[in-house]
């Protein structure tokens, strides 16, 4: 029977009992003991369990150990449930508020030695900074409360329920309850008490709570505090010894604010910060404050009167093995890697991460929109009906969640924006909550994606905004229509600072376009850049059943209803390693623009006149004076010259024109100039050196590339021959170099990345894409990963074998016509293949390559020297992060280990490449440009796209024996289609005749 208890479990009240208002997160000096560590505990199928657990005498010795914080299922094996990962799907019915009755709930259990000097406390407060989902207290078998909203911070008073020495506290946790409704972020659920608790001795006289307000304009600060604390607790002094302050407040009444004079501003780029001290007789309380004004004036969002451009990043509190369990040093190299890349700026998805974190962004300098713990994304599943944003009975709810994200966090310079939730639709209670906070906090604005038309927020925000939406919300006097708005509303909202909350889906290979929408917001000032989703893979580690381990995702745990690997949608794998996208984000945001005043003669092979760069800080408001500014020369990626660039300090958004250094320039090879902006000294995020900015200029002499030498004299062939080193059997490739080789095969098919299978977003005026429909399923409809070949012809001259195939697939009248030429030139092996379509291709192609297979023999292939575009894979729409030089890897770094197998590996614009075993050449390729001076690009890879589309993990890839290399004329773009607009027209590959034209010799 159900107990006459559990109604608790879908009240929609945020708390009872003993729950004491929201405050701030402080350092204080009063006495406090942690109770994270080893608790006892239970673990029930349903929400009815008896609840004698909670009397002191109830004997746990049969219960197990689990640590406090974590998740009950991350821990045990499997032997307390398993982690269940939804983006919009509720893991239970829709019926708010209620769930089912099969409800896994935890019991904890622990006992706490209380000092006997804390009997002279005021209060004894037990505080839980995160539990999922609901929970209720006991103190020595008394029940004190429960409380929900397992992101935030709950008080409760037990200062009647506890004794000096031994005590019992008992915890119930629920991991379905009301709260769920308004839970329903991407990400796993993880239930149980995953961050800290802790005993805090309120001392009489205490200080409750503290808000320093801060203020900065014209080089001076000031502090308008507000100072909680009973009149008995006075007086109260600030002490800021930097600034030679010590003011004290003798009665509330005489709280004002300080005008300090000069202070250095805290920004994210210069993240000045100061100690303070706010103590009464009884207490000390230290914070770090930073002075900085947040204003919106007009379109623009400004911090200390600059605009700001958010080069941000989502991010969630994610761990493979901790899951949200915070750990300090983690998250600490965690933001460190963010500010390596150029990351300025953090929107908290979806609720509060742990207070440390805050403080770690005030430290090392970002851009904070601290977002509420609220979504309610389940209920699009039904038109929005039953959302309990528009319910009042949910609205105390709604309000306590925005009060405790506020209270909690409002001493933080870096949270720059306060945002109400996330994809929780519209309606009175997210007004209601936005009221509170512009009635409780003026000095920030408020943001809400949902409110499209604006009616109760600051800023008008937007996810996936295709690049032609995002340029018409940009332009003045646009006529377009902006979503959800009448003509009235769009306008409102054209005058309101402008930005992508989400943006750039960054799932497996991918995303594209991230210069574009860069582009846009240097052009538009109203744009104020955004927030790719997301930054880190949620992987769970785990192991397969004989012990191999691996990253899971949605599926993998078994849950009745998942949304598969859209968890893994990160810049940064799941084991902290940075993916080529990152690479390419850092290379687009890059605070340092170089513009090259290029009069090098072409034609001539010289210089006109001495050549400049224009140098631009793009920064908010540090100047140059960190940086140095260094340049090299290399002749075919071989170093022909360095040095540094003497430059003016160039002020937050100012230029400078710099004489650029004379250039040798090789007469027989390509010759490129790089420039690279680096720091000058270390910084509590990177050692002196790393580099933010680069950019190259190509100062290569022309170069005629060797004419295609025609033949007439061509005459049927069996096509068994030798010709060089290669040697063909039927015209088909048997060896090269004396080791075996097939190919050349057609290769239109690529394994397709995530943004390929993704159908949502717009397709940006390509008339190649189908909306509704993957590229992916019209590749594989179409038979691009299963085509046949027929061969036409073989034919020969003395030096050269001709080859013409039809290849196409089962029950399609597509094909493509491939010619393959192998010829002597110049005593070197040349091979030119000629593809062309036949009419009706009705979408757009992967690739357009041929597949050399070379199988293991004494020496297999292991290894890629190449010069080209490098280190790291490029893609038409991704080439920012890739320069042009000489790179080298081993076969096994060439690839990315995406969460679910995928296209990955492929290097553009390939001049010479090199394949090694053991580190020793065996083949060499040199790629030359076709007729429109296109070059190929090239992967080489263990695995066919055939065999990687087949593996749903990286561990599901057969055993190889060979090894594949891919030459593509073509590739099509990455785009962001999982969540987002699709390739751009310019960067789609349509169904066209390409060439391909190789060089191979004998190493």
């Known amino acids: 029977m159900p107990s006459p208890h559990s109604g608790y479990v879908t009240d929609t009240a945020p708390g009872r009992g003993a729950l004491r208002a929201a405050r701030s997160w402080l350092r204080s000096d009063a006495p406090s003991l942690s109770l994270n560590g080893p608790w006892r505990f239970r673990l029930s199928p349903t929400a009815y369990a008896a609840e004698d657990f909670a009397a002191e005498g109830f004997d746990d010795h049969g219960w197990d150990d689990i640590p406090v914080p974590s998740h009950w299922v991350l821990q045990g094996d499997g032997a307390y449930g398993r982690p269940i990962y939804t983006n919009v799907q509720f893991p239970f019915p829709i019926d708010p508020p209620h769930v089912p009755d099969e409800n896994p709930t935890g019991d904890y259990r622990r006992h706490v030695e209380i000092p006997a000097a804390w009997t002279d406390a005021e209060r004894i407060l037990l505080r839980f900074d995160g539990v999922e989902s609901l929970f209720r207290l006991w103190v020595n078998g008394e029940e004190i409360g429960g409380a929900s909203g397992s992101r935030l911070a709950h008080e409760f008073d037990v200062t009647s329920a506890v004794r000096p020495g031994d005590n019992v506290v008992a915890v119930r946790v629920h991991q379905w309850s009301a709260a769920s409704y308004v839970e329903d972020q991407d990400q796993w659920w993880l239930p149980g008490i995953f961050r800290d608790v802790t005993l805090v001795a309120r001392p009489a006289g205490g200080v409750e709570d503290v808000w320093l307000r801060t203020a900065f304009a014209d080089g001076h600060g000031r502090v308008e505090p507000e100072i909680t604390a009973d009149p008995a607790a006075f007086p109260v002094t600030l002490r800021l010894p930097e600034l030679g302050v010590e003011h004290v407040w003798a009665t509330p009444a005489d709280v004002s604010p300080l005008d300090l004079g000069a202070v250095e501003p805290w920004s994210a780029e210069r993240p000045r910060l100061y100690d303070a001290t706010v103590a009464s007789a009884a207490e000390s309380i230290a914070l770090r404050i930073g002075f900085r004004t947040v204003e919106i004036r007009g379109d623009r969002f400004l911090v200390n009167g600059r605009r700001v451009v958010f080069h941000g990043m989502n991010r969630h509190e994610t761990h493979p093995e901790r899951g949200r369990v915070f750990d300090e040093e983690h998250a600490r190299e965690d933001l460190a890697r963010m500010k390596r890349f150029n990351v300025n700026a953090i929107r908290t998805s979806h609720y509060p991460p742990h207070p440390r974190l805050l403080d770690l962004a005030d430290e090392l300098g970002f851009w904070v929109v601290l977002e509420c713990d609220l979504e309610t994304h389940g209920f699009d599943h039904t038109g929005w009906t039953g959302n309990p944003s528009d319910d009042p009975a949910w609205r105390e709810a709604y309000l306590d969640r925005i009060r405790r994200t506020v209270e909690r966090d409002k001493n933080h310079p870096s949270v720059v924006m306060w945002s109400l939730g996330n994809e929780a639709g519209t309606g009175s209670n997210l007004a209601a909550m936005s009221a ?155 605070p340092i623009r170089f513009t090259f005043d290029d009069n090098y003669d072409h034609e001539q092979g010289r210089d006109r006149r001495h050549d400049h760069v224009e140098i631009t800080n793009l920064r908010h408001s540090a100047d140059t004076s960190d940086l140095r500014f260094s340049w090299r020369v290399e002749h075919d990626g071989t170093p022909a010259a360095s040095g540094h660039l003497e430059i003016p300090v160039i002020p937050a958004g100012g230029s400078a024109r710099v004489a650029l250094p004379p250039v040798p320039v090789s007469p027989d090879g390509e010759t490129w100039l790089t420039l690279d902006a680096t720091l000058a000294a270390d910084t509590a995020w990177a050692g002196e050196g790393h580099v933010l900015a680069t950019a190259q200029l190509d100062r290569s002499a022309p170069r005629p590339v060797p004419p295609v030498r025609p033949r007439t004299d061509w005459r049927p062939s069996d096509g ?284």
């Open 436 to 590: 509170w906070v512009h009635a409780r906090d003026t000095g920030r604005p408020v943001h809400y994606e949902g409110d499209h038309t604006g009616e109760y927020t600051d800023v008008y925000s937007r996810m996936y905004s295709s690049v032609l939406e995002t340029e018409e919300i940009g332009t003045d006097g646009s006529r377009a229509p902006l979503m959800g708005c009448t003509p009235a509303q769009g306008a409102r909202q054209r005058t309101r600072p402008f930005l992508l909350c989400e943006y750039a889906h960054a799932m497996g290979n991918g995303p594209g376009a991230l210069d574009q929408y860069e582009a846009l917001t240097h052009r538009f000032p109203r744009l104020h850049g955004g927030f790719v989703w997301e930054w880190r893979d949620h992987g769970i580690a785990t192991t397969t059943p004989d012990g191999t381990p691996y990253f899971a995702y949605g599926g993998d745990f078994g849950e009745v209803v998942h949304d598969g690997n859209f968890v893994m949608d990160g810049m940064v794998l799941s084991d902290d390693v940075p993916t080529p996208s990152l690479y390419e984000f850092k290379a687009v945001v890059q």
């Open 720 to 1003: 068994t021959l030798a010709l060089g080193i290669a040697e063909f059997t039927g015209g088909t490739l048997t060896r090269l170099a004396g080791r075996p080789v097939t190919g050349p095969r057609l290769e239109l098919f690529r394994a397709p990345t995530d943004n390929d299978e993704g159908t949502s977003g717009e397709i940006e005026e390509s008339d190649a894409s189908v909306a509704g429909i993957s590229n992916a399923t019209l590749w594989r409809r179409h038979g691009l990963d299963r085509l046949t070949t027929r061969r036409l012809a073989v034919e020969r001259t003395p030096d050269a074998l001709r080859v013409l195939d039809k290849v196409s697939a089962a029950h399609s009248a597509l094909s493509v016509t491939v010619e393959s030429v192998w010829s002597l030139e110049d005593g070197e092996l040349e091979l030119r293949v000629e593809t062309t379509p036949s009419a009706g291709w009705p979408t757009v192609w992967p690739r357009i390559g041929i597949r050399f297979d070379l199988p293991d023999d004494d020496a297999p292939v292991d290894g890629a020297d190449w010069f080209g575009l490098g280190p790291l894979e490029s893609y038409p729409d991704s080439m920012r992060a890739a320069r042009t030089g000489r790179f080298s890897s081993p076969l096994r770094d060439l690839s990315v280990a995406y969460a679910r197998p995928q296209e990955t590996g492929h290097r553009s614009q390939l001049r010479r490449l090199t394949l090694t075993s053991a580190g020793s050449g065996i083949l060499r390729v040199t790629a030359l440009p076709d007729t429109r001076h296109r070059r190929p690009g090239f992967t080489l890879s263990r695995h066919t796209p055939q065999q990687i589309t087949g593996a749903a993990h990286p561990h599901e890839l057969p055993e190889s024996s060979t090894t594949h290399l891919i030459i593509d004329a073509a590739q099509h773009g990455l785009g962001s289609r999982a969540c987002g607009p699709d390739v751009w027209p310019e960067f789609a590959l349509r169904p066209e005749a390409r060439t391909i034209r190789l060089r191979v010799a004998a190493i």
